[in-house]
């Protein structure tokens, strides 16, 4: 069965079923313009089949040294009966004797000779004959062996019968072929039998074929087929043909193969790719310009293929004008392109007809392809141009007989000949013009002579006509005046002309000079503007204007058909006298009558102008003819001699009889005579004689007219020219009298060698006209010729396309749907046309242009437009009226100027549909992230058309900002959204993308809405006022932030506690610096940028902070401080440091100054010694990430360091940074102040208790410094506030240890709201004097809401982070928090904190121990434990206690904790042991050498001496108050290192300022460790490591802190036992704050008052009775609890009342300092003494005995103990997770107990509950039952155990 695989632009599996078989197609896609590599088309894969293969004579054996041919014997076309032999050939080829034996054939059939050895030497062969002898036909096969000492060798003997076989290729390869196109490959189709003959059948399948597909072939011959492929796709063809052949239809297969390509054709005009049109659609247009008539133009269109197949294509010629007027020819009408080519086409233009315009189109279209491209062929052609350099020749006034010359240029402006004639005949005639005929080559000029002599003395007028063959006619105004001794007529003037035009349209030359004079007198005529008579009641009408033929045939004197009237006229056009005898002897004259009518209502004189050679003459010359009155003439011929030709035009000037006195006419009247021609000819040839033989040329025997509609006219020219000396007579005689066709002149005689006349069409009606005219010459019919005329009466035909339907799309309601529409003009006229457009569809529709011309075969697009006010669907009808186009130039706006006989109407449907239109974002909300200010970040928006109709929109945004720190953005901000198009076009159901670029320049929260409004064409809302929210746009626009969250100092700098680093680093106002916007000169320069020649670069930023690296001895070690630097934005951030030099552009050598001033000078001191490095200088953080930058300053040069560091973010900020450091002298006494500037922290005025406020100074050098404050301007301050303390120093001298802080207390107090400034010196003993500016502010708590008053000082401690964050080298041990804050407490209140120790070490064990800063961390602070050990992943509990105590104060407190590795310390100790026992050694054992001894003689005493006055400074347990000790005062014993640092006197520590943690510099270690000549050193103990804890708080007066924190008051307890221990102290009298009263008015005022308010207490019954009921109140009794007296009882009562606690004043007493209350009752007390004596029972006494010990003030301290140490035992169980505390309780109900039993251990749990009264007493047995008691209690929750109270 055939088969073929055919691959096309489907993926699918189809079958065909091609005469019966099945073709299955698998499809594969395929590009058109996709090049497949093939062989050639016409290759073929053959086999070569030769006779030497078929009878196997050619092949041989090889073995065993034997070559044997052949080595297959055959037989082939034997008979059966015959005898036929052949031979075995057997050659030695080994070089030694071979003996060879062989056996016979087993079958009688082949025989041989008698087997015998065979003995062959080398190089010989032997033949051996077999012998065959078929008997019947059947196949024999049978074999020869032959044997030799290496082995055998079978010959095969084979007889085969005749079989059939057809030698054909393998396949056929047909390459490439366009669809529909044919490819043909001829193939030889071979018999290779022998013996029979072979026929064959094809089976083919489609798209192949072969040709013949049946035949025969005789043995051994052969033929040629022929195979084709014709695919109808582009598609990959595979497909077997079978060939069927012989008896038993043996198959044979040829693979045939063939590719498809759809044609890519592309016609253009100029063979560039963009003019390339492949779409049917478009038209290119191929302008062939202007040609000359007759003339041919050729130009090529371009045919392209750019498909790499061939093409065939064809040519065809798409017009409706018959072929003998078609001027576009194309001889080629098909052809083949070849692959990937072009060709050009040529195409003709032959004009024949002088015309405006021609066009044809020609569509190209590919055989079996509806697509084609249609070529536009637009041209015109030219006729001749000949012009006149006058119009108007005035030969003025001249004299009767005088002759006047003028000249006028006649130019032919074309690019062909001219041939003209002038219709003058010069003989007969007044003017003479030098040339009547004659033809001007293209470019030339050529001047005329014109001459006028005049006769008669009256006014001369005549316009003469000039003839131009293919051109219209062109006419020369003469005018002159003659005058004579007797008549002076007025003088003719070409004004006179103008106003005859205007007068003659408005029919006012019918009357007479004389009589429009008296009707301007009687004013009935007027002047108009222009200074033309007009009749006062009728319109002015404008000339007439007609062509230049038209008014060249109808000149209204001898012509019966005119467009205006005329004022005098002939009944003859011309007169033919024909054959006239000529009779000498007896002349008889011949005469013809004219009659010349007068049209006017004036006389009118004729006068004519006679022949001068009297041959012909008018009787009478003169006349006088009435108004409407005609007058007949006699014109009489004179023939002078036989057998001749004459001929002339005889001239009539008629005029106003008026005209004959120029007194009688003015300007405005007067009226030019009117010239009336008459041609008159005839000859004396008598009949037996023969005229004149002619010799003319006539141009054309055929003159086709243009078309042209009925009732207008078509003219063409005839010209004749005379190529003889004679004078010529023609006459045109036409066939019929009613011909539509008219020639002028029509007869004639021409002496001049060129004749031109006009021929005019006018058709009646729409049909085809054709006239034989017959031109007769020298009047003689033997001389005759024909010429043809054929013309067209057309009417407008339009020929709508899409059988006059157009339909639009849906559209959009209020928007503009276009179409364009074809229309094309089938006649062969121009037409005019016009749409009208029904009223209903006014606004709905439209179309441009609304009217104009439609060339003939011309097709013009009309853009109609569609505008929907609802949603419906509509139905128009508009009509075009058409019309023939007017050549006059005359407009014609609307088609109801024309009439209905004329004009022709064509009806259009149109039909469309409006929708409602609505557009949809696919995402209503899109965010862009954050974005950096003044950069740009795009999005995209898809915006998809829901609708089915195209959508016009217009989108608008409108910005919402939010700005930060609550800013309001204003409406000057502009709109920081743009969007890539804000109107667009959607068609239906289509998508688009918007992209949306967002640059915001200012910091802020930007949300975008946008808006959509659909609009029409003209941009204008169709819904106005109404905007549809599309989307919503947001982003966050930021600027590269960053921020320093953690701050860490080491090595010289480890004493400073991160508070002090926060300040004097000025971090917090760095952050503030960093999260502000930048300014817009900060952001000029990129990081990269080297900006300045200058070494000290300027700076564009107002940020200036300082970072102080505070002071230190030198040698000190390098103070490193490392800052944690995170990007809290949400953007990358680039940074870097920038030192001057990295700002400064480097100069040439020879642009260097080399001189620089004292700032640079030092800067670049300290560059060049790297005294300031940052490390790393610069990097790039991502959102969140952090890094660690270390900044180091060296001690290693003296003096004060500054440099100006430059720190710059990338499209951020710039902050320029001071780094400044201070190297101090050795033995310089030098204190480090923070700044020259000190604000204390803001205070309410007429606060009672001010709070006590903090000046740290921190002492720098290496020796203590003593400092004293100058208080006489706090003392002038007080002088000038009415002897009130403003500003009050506690402790103007003090003592600072070096590299140690302390602080200078000072107590603010204002008397107004307002800022306190005064410059207070402090002077350093031995040292220099410091002035520093403090200024303080106190403001009305009235005017000012009071939301925290005489709070922390948020600005200084607010950034200050609570926990480490950055991790150090070698640090194992970290806090939990490093910055603890008390916030706002009253005075006489505990305030506990818990917080962690942890050691991250997995394998070390660490020691911790905590030491104060300042003896102001021992008054209030207490921590436990402190000190311990750490074993590896350890976290320890910690707690610390803050006791409010002293004056309302500010803390700022700091607390050390040393930390040290137990490993190291015992490799210290065991070197130490080592060493001490090695300098016993010596101690006993030494030399002296006199090297030696003089060496240590002169070695100076460097031992380091140690201060007599040691400062005591107090470890934070070992403050003991009896009140308020919580631990052991003695700690863990330490190691002997330590004893030898810190020397233990119980219950204080001293250390040696010098080896305190705060300041272990680099010089001491250095001359520790620095080795005596020829000693072991001592070892050193191993460096700890410092952790700092600062610590802060705010402490108020009780009722201060109750009346501004009414909410806080109860979550503090306020120990009473602080009140009693340590009260308040009073200021001196010096330093009061109470107000002195001098005015003796006011103190009486103040007494009477408080009189009242005393004595209204006590007469008040309700205080009375709540004094008694508080006395009532209950108390638990312990017996443990010490008893006082009761008045004592009563006192401590009175204090714990809280009545009592804010009235009462607490004041000293003058001898031990023990509170007591002031001012309070005893009235009550005695009440209650009473009453409890009056009570003397039992039980009365054991509940005033609770109730004393309830009101103690010891009692409530240690209730607050013991709550506090479980509250802290439970916390370290849970830290351990010994307890969980989110476990859920579980409650097991217990059996009841009987109320006996109860009863019985009454007593029992009485008295068990005084001993443990009693053994609560004891702190630390309490502590350990409540742990004990709490851990029971957790344990049992813990595992579900049921408790039971």
């Not at 560039?272 to 049109?277: A, G, M, N, R, S």
């Not at 005759?784 to 339009?798: A, F």
């Not at 107090?1514 to 330490?1534: C, F, H, R, T």
């Amino acid at each position: 069965m055939p088969a073929s695989v055919a691959r096309a632009d489907s993926s699918n599996q189809t079958s065909k079923f091609i005469s019966g078989s099945t073709v299955n197609a698998v499809t594969y896609p395929l590009k058109s313009d996709s090049k497949i590599p093939l062989p050639p088309q016409d290759s073929v894969s053959k086999q070569t089949f030769s006779r030497r293969q078929l009878n196997s004579i050619t092949s041989f054996q090889r073995a065993f040294g034997l070559e044997i041919r052949p080595a297959e014997v055959l037989w082939r076309g034997w008979m059966p009966g015959e005898e036929y032999t052949k031979t075995i050939t057997l050659r030695n080829t080994q070089i030694k004797t071979q003996k060879i034996r062989y056996k016979v054939p087993s079958t009688p059939l082949f025989s041989t000779v008698f087997p015998k050895v065979i003995i062959l030497s080398a190089g010989t062969s032997f033949t051996l004959p077999l012998t065959f002898k078929p008997l019947e036909k059947v196949q024999y096969e049978d074999k020869v062996e032959f044997m030799t000492s290496q082995g055998k060798v079978a010959i095969s003997l084979k007889a085969l019968l005749p079989e059939t076989k057809l030698g054909m290729p393998e396949s056929l390869r047909f390459g490439l072929a366009a669809a529909h196109d044919s490819l043909e490959i001829t193939f030889k189709l071979e018999n290779l039998s022998s013996e029979l003959v072979t026929s064959f059948s094809w089976d083919v399948p489609e798209p192949f074929s072969i040709h013949p597909p049946t035949g025969s072939i005789p043995p051994r011959g052969s033929c040629k087929l022929k195979a084709s492929f014709r695919p109808l796709s582009a598609a990959v063809f595979e497909a077997n043909a079978i060939c069927y052949y012989g008896e038993k239809n043996i198959q044979q297969r040829v693979l045939l193969e063939g590719i498809g390509k759809f044609p890519h054709l592309t016609v253009s005009t100029t063979g560039e790719t963009d003019d390339i049109l492949s779409n049917g659609s478009s038209i290119s247009t191929l302008d062939f310009g202007g040609v000359q008539i007759h003339e041919t133009a050729v130009k090529s269109m371009i045919l392209q293929n750019l498909s790499n197949v061939r093409v065939p294509f064809k040519i065809q010629l798409v017009s409706f004008a018959p072929e003998s007027d078609r001027v576009f020819t194309c001889s080629m009408k098909e052809g083949i392109a070849p692959p990937a080519s072009k060709v050009n086409i040529p195409i003709r233009f032959r004009p024949t007809v002088v015309s405006p315009s021609c066009i044809d189109y020609f569509e190209v279209y590919p055989v079996g392809i509806e697509c084609k491209s249609t070529i536009k062929c637009v041209g015109y052609c030219k006729g001749p141009l000949l012009t006149l350099e006058h119009s108007l020749l005035d030969f003025g006034l001249t004299y009767s007989g005088k002759e006047v010359t003028k000249t006028v240029d006649i130019c032919n402006e074309s690019s062909c000949d001219a041939i003209f004639q002038i219709m003058l005949n010069s003989d007969s005639s007044l003017w003479h013009i030098s040339e009547l005929c004659g033809v001007l080559r293209k470019g030339e000029t050529r001047t005329l002579y014109v001459s006028f002599t005049p006769l008669q003395p009256i006014p001369y007028y005549r316009r003469v006509t000039v003839l131009v063959h293919n051109q219209e006619p062109i006419f020369l105004d003469l005018i002159g005046t003659c005058h004579n001794f007797e008549h002076n007529p007025p003088l003719l003037k070409h004004i006179h002309l103008k106003y005859y035009r205007v007068h003659a349209a408005r029919g006012l030359t019918f009357y007479s000079p004389q009589t429009i004079s008296q009707l301007i007198k009687d004013q009935k005529l007027k002047v108009d503007e222009e200074g033309f008579l007009s009749l006062s009641d009728e319109k002015e009408v404008a000339p007439i204007t007609s062509e230049p033929f038209q008014e060249y045939f109808d000149d209204a004197h001898n012509t019966d058909v005119t467009h205006s009237p005329p004022h005098v006229s002939l009944d003859k056009q011309e007169l033919w006298f024909g054959r006239t005898e000529f009779n000498l002897t007896n002349p008889k004259p011949n005469h013809i009558s004219i009659r010349l009518t007068n049209h006017t209502r004036g006389k009118i004189t004729v006068s004519w102008m006679q022949d001068p050679n009297g041959i012909f003459e008018v009787m009478p010359a003169t006349c006088d003819i009435p108004p409407s009155k005609v007058s007949d003439f006699r014109v009489v011929f004179y023939p002078p001699v036989p057998d001749q030709f004459f001929g002339t035009e005889l001239e009539c000037y008629c005029y106003y009889k008026t005209l004959r006195d120029y007194k009688l006419v003015d300007d405005m009247t007067m009226i030019p005579p009117w010239c009336v021609t008459l041609p008159v000819s005839g000859h004396t040839f008598s009949s037996k004689s023969n005229t004149f033989l002619p010799q003319i040329e006539l141009q054309t025997e055929k003159m086709s007219f243009p078309a042209t509609s009925d009732n207008r006219a078509s003219y063409r020219t005839v010209l004749i020219k005379n190529l003889g000396t004679t004078p010529l007579l023609y006459e045109f005689i036409q066939n019929s009298k009613q011909s539509p066709f008219t020639i002028k002149p029509s007869r004639g005689m021409s002496n001049s060698k060129y004749h031109i006349s006009v021929c005019r069409l006018e058709p009646k009606k729409v049909e085809f006209y054709k006239s034989n005219v017959t031109v007769r010459l020298n009047d003689n019919d033997t001389h005759d010729m024909k010429l043809s005329l054929t013309g067209t009466g057309e009417q407008p035909e339009l020929l709508l396309t899409n059988g006059g339907d157009m339909y639009f799309q849906p559209t959009c309601v209020g928007s503009i749907c276009r179409s364009s529409y074809a229309v094309q003009n089938t006649s062969r006229i121009a037409i005019d046309f016009c749409w009208k457009i029904p009223a209903a569809a006014i606004g709905k529709i439209s179309v441009e242009p609304k009217s104009g011309v439609i060339l003939p075969n011309e097709i013009q697009h009309h853009a109609w437009t569609f505008s929907p006010n609802t949603a419906e669907k509509f139905l128009f009808k508009p009509t075009c009226y058409t019309w023939p186009h007017s050549q006059s130039g005359s407009e014609i706006s609307t088609a109801g100027d024309v009439p209905r006989s004329t004009r022709k109407k064509f009806v259009l449907r149109i039909i469309g549909e409006g929708h409602t239109g609505d557009i949809k974002c696919e995402e209503p909300s899109v965010e862009f992230g954050s974005i950096i200010c003044d950069s740009v970040s795009s999005q995209s928006l898809v915006l998809r058309n829901t609708s089915t109709c195209n959508v016009r929109f217009r989108l608008t945004v409108d910005q919402s900002l939010k700005c930060p720190y609550g800013d309001s953005s204003d409406g000057s901000v502009q709109v920081a959204l743009a969007l890539d198009k804000t109107s667009d076009a959607l068609p239906a159901q289509s998508r688009t993308v918007v992209t949306a670029f967002a640059k915001p320049v200012r910091r802020g929260d930007y949300t975008w809405t946008i808006y959509y409004e659909i609009i029409n064409e003209e941009g204008q809302n169709t819904n106005p006022g109404e905007k549809i929210l599309l989307s919503e746009l947001s982003a966050e626009a930021v600027y590269p932030t960053l921020s320093v969250v953690d701050a860490q100092t080491f090595g010289s700098g480890s004493s400073i506690s991160k508070t002090q680093l926060w300040r004097w680093f000025n971090l917090d106002a760095f952050n503030f610096a960093l999260d502000a916007d930048p300014d817009k000169q900060e952001l000029i320069y990129s990081v990269s940028t080297r900006r300045s020649v200058s070494r000290r670069p300027t700076v564009c930023t107002r940020s200036i902070l300082e970072f102080n690296f505070g002071a230190a001895p030198l040698d000190s070690e390098t103070c490193y401080v490392n800052l944690l630097l995170k990007n809290t934005g949400t953007v990358a951030s680039e940074w870097s440091f920038l030192y001057p030099k990295d700002l400064q552009i480097s100069k040439d050598y020879w642009a260097e100054t080399g001189i620089l001033d004292p700032d640079e000078l030092h800067e670049a001191h300290i560059q060049d010694n790297k005294l300031f490095t940052v490390s790393p200088n610069k990097g790039l953080l991502n959102p969140g990430e952090s890094t660690t930058i270390l900044l180091q300053y060296k001690h290693d040069i003296t003096g004060t360091h500054r440099i100006p560091v430059l720190f710059k973010v990338e499209n951020g900020r710039e902050i320029l940074l001071n780094m400044v450091g201070v190297t101090v002298e050795p033995g310089r006494r030098y204190i480090h102040f923070p700044g020259s500037k000190h604000t204390f922290n803001p205070v309410i005025v007429g606060t009672p208790s001010p709070p006590k406020q903090l000046y740290e100074i921190y002492n720098g050098g290496s020796v203590s410094v003593m400092y004293e404050v100058n208080l006489s301007p706090l003392e002038e301050m007080q002088d000038e506030n009415f002897d009130h303390p403003i500003l009050s120093c506690l402790n103007p001298q003090g003592e600072v240890l070096p590299g140690t802080c302390s602080n200078i207390e000072f107590i603010f107090s204002p008397l107004e709201a307002k800022t306190y400034l005064v410059d207070i010196p402090i002077h350093i003993v031995g040292g220099d004097v410091a002035l520093i500016t403090v200024s303080g502010i106190g403001y009305d708590a009235r005017q000012i809401e009071r939301n925290s008053p005489n709070t922390m000082p948020i600005s200084e401690f607010s950034g200050v982070p609570k926990s480490r964050t950055i991790e150090m080298i070698g640090q194992y041990v970290f806090l939990s928090e490093e910055s603890i804050n008390f916030g706002n407490i009253p005075l006489f209140s505990r305030n506990r904190y818990i917080f962690f120790i942890c050691n991250t070490s997995k394998d070390k064990t660490m020691r911790y121990s905590w030491h104060a800063a300042s003896e102001t961390v021992n008054d209030v602070l207490r921590i436990e434990p402190v000190s311990g050990r750490l074993q590896p992943n350890e976290r320890l509990l910690t707690n610390i206690t803050f006791c409010a105590t002293g004056h309302p104060s500010f803390y700022d407190l700091d607390l050390i904790c040393e930390v040290l590795d137990e490993s190291k310390m015992e490799d210290y100790q065991m070197e130490l042991i080592s060493w001490e026992e090695e300098k016993a050694r010596q101690e006993v054992e030494f030399a002296i050498y006199e090297e030696d001894l003089q060496k240590q003689l002169e070695k100076p005493d460097t031992s380091p001496h140690t201060s007599a006055r040691k400062e005591n400074l107090e470890n934070v347990l070992n403050k003991s108050l009896l009140p308020m000790k919580l631990s052991d005062p003695v700690l863990s014993v330490p190691h002997k290192s330590e004893m030898r640092n810190y020397e233990t006197l119980p219950p204080i520590r001293s250390e040696n300022p010098l080896q305190l943690p705060s300041n272990r510099s680099r010089s001491v270690r250095k001359r520790l460790s620095d080795p005596d000549d020829g000693k072991w050193p001592q070892p050193l103990p191993p460096e700890p490591f410092v952790l700092h804890l600062g610590v802060t708080a705010c402490t108020h007066d009780i009722g201060e802190f109750r009346a501004s924190y009414p909410d806080k008051g109860d979550t503090h307890f306020i120990d009473r036992m602080l009140q009693l221990s340590r009260p308040i102290p009073s200021r001196a009298a010096s330093y009061g704050y109470s107000l002195p009263v001098k005015d003796e008015a006011e103190k009486q005022t103040v007494v009477f008052t408080l009189s009242k308010i005393i004595r209204g207490v006590l007469e008040d019954s309700t205080f009375h009775s709540l004094v008694r009921s508080i006395a009532a109140e209950k108390t638990p009794y312990f017996q443990q609890l010490p008893r006082e007296e009761q008045g004592s009882a009563l006192s401590i009562r009175d204090q714990d009342d809280p009545v009592h606690d804010t009235e009462d004043k607490v004041t000293e007493s003058q001898g031990d300092g023990v509170m007591s209350p002031a001012g309070s009752s005893r009235e009550p007390r005695t009440e209650v003494t009473k009453s409890e004596e009056n009570n003397n029972s039992p039980d009365s006494a054991t509940q005033n005995a609770e109730l004393e010990i309830k009101r103690s003030p010891f009692f409530g301290s240690l209730l607050e103990d013991v709550l506090s140490s479980t509250i802290s035992n439970i916390m370290t169980e849970a830290f351990k997770g010994e307890v969980v505390l989110t476990a859920r309780p579980r409650l097991v109900a217990l059996p009841p107990t009987s109320s006996t039993r109860e009863g019985k251990s009454h007593k029992e749990r009485r008295s068990s509950t005084n001993s443990s009264s009693s053994r609560a007493s004891n702190p630390k047995e309490k502590s350990k039952k409540s742990r004990s008691r709490n851990s029971s209690f957790q344990s049992q929750r813990s595992s579900g155990t049921p408790v039971t109270k």
